[in-house]
C-alpha cells in the first residue's frame, strides 16, 4: 500500500528548515528517501532501516519510528540546490522492492 | 563508469504496437526495478529482478513483461501499446534489497 507524504508542497526561503513526513498503513522494514529535479532521474538521499542502522546523506537527517510507520525527512538551513521532489519509498519486508509516496514539491527561494 | 543506461530516450508509438525498453547496468548490482511516472506522481513499481533468471511482478504489471537472462540487462517488453502507457519509464538497481537505488535517466514514452 502506497505510503503518505505530507506536506504536498512547501515553499521555503534559504536558510529556512523544512520537515517532510511519510507515514504508512503497514509496519516497515525499510524506509528510503530520494530528490528529484525536474525532468531527471530520482537521486538517493538516504536509507533508514528497522533497528534503526541509518545511512545517506551529510547534510540533510532523517528519523524513523517503527511504532507509529513514520519517517521524516529533516532539511535544515536549506539551499537553492535543495528544490525538487522528495519522494519517500517504504518496504515491509527484507530486501528490494520499494513502494513510493506521491512525493512532497520542495521550493527554496532567494 | 556510466552506472544505469537507458534507450531510448524518447520514443512515440502508435496505438497497437510493441517495443523493448533497454535497460543496463555495469555495477554487477543484483537487483534490478522497472518503474513508471505519470505527469505530477510518485513512481510506481512495474516488475522487478532479485537476480538473473528472477523476475517478479510489481504494483502496476499488466500491458508489460520482462526477462533477466544477464546481471547487467533487464529489458522491458511492452505489447500492444495504449495510450495509458504513456509515461516516463525509469529503470533502477541496487546492490542489494536493502541500498539505495541507482536510477537510470528515464524513458519517455508517448503512445498515440
Known amino acids: 500500500q502506497q505510503p503518505v507524504q505530507s506536506p504536498q508542497a512547501v515553499i521555503l526561503r534559504e536558510g529556512e528548515d523544512a520537515v517532510i513526513n511519510c507515514s504508512s498503513s503497514k509496519a516497515l522494514y525499510s524506509v528510503h528517501w530520494y530528490r528529484q529535479k525536474h525532468g531527471e532521474a530520482p537521486v538517493f538521499l538516504m536509507i533508514l532501516l528497522k533497528g534503526g542502522e541509518q545511512k545517506g546523506h551529510e547534510k540533510i537527517s532523517a528519523s524513523f519510528n517503527e511504532k507509529k510507520q513514520q519517517s521524516s525527512l529533516y532539511l535544515t538551513a536549506s539551499q537553492l540546490s535543495y528544490s525538487g521532489t522528495y519522494f519517500c519509498?517504504?518496504?515491509?519486508?527484507?530486501?528490494?522492492?520499494?513502494?513510493f509516496g506521491q512525493g512532497t514539491e520542495l521550493s527554496v527561494k532567494p | 563508469n556510466a552506472g544505469v543506461t537507458q534507450t531510448p530516450k524518447f520514443r512515440i508509438l502508435k496505438i497497437g504496437q510493441s517495443m523493448t525498453l533497454q535497460c543496463a547496468q555495469d555495477m554487477n548490482h543484483n537487483y534490478m526495478y522497472w518503474y513508471r511516472q505519470d505527469p505530477g506522481m510518485g513512481l510506481k513499481l512495474i516488475y522487478y529482478?532479485?537476480?538473473?533468471?528472477?523476475?517478479d511482478k510489481g504494483e502496476v504489471p499488466n500491458g508489460y513483461n520482462v526477462s533477466r537472462s544477464t546481471t547487467e540487462d533487464f529489458p522491458l517488453r511492452l505489447e500492444l501499446a495504449a495510450p495509458s502507457q504513456t509515461s516516463v519509464y525509469f529503470c533502477?538497481?541496487?546492490?542489494?534489497?536493502?541500498?539505495?537505488?541507482?536510477f537510470g535517466s528515464g524513458t519517455r514514452l508517448t503512445v498515440v
Open positions: 533502477a538497481s541496487s546492490y542489494k534489497g536493502d541500498y539505495g537505488y541507482t
Open positions: 529482478s532479485v537476480g538473473a533468471g528472477i523476475t
Open positions: 519509498g517504504t518496504n515491509p519486508n527484507q530486501g528490494g522492492k520499494l513502494i
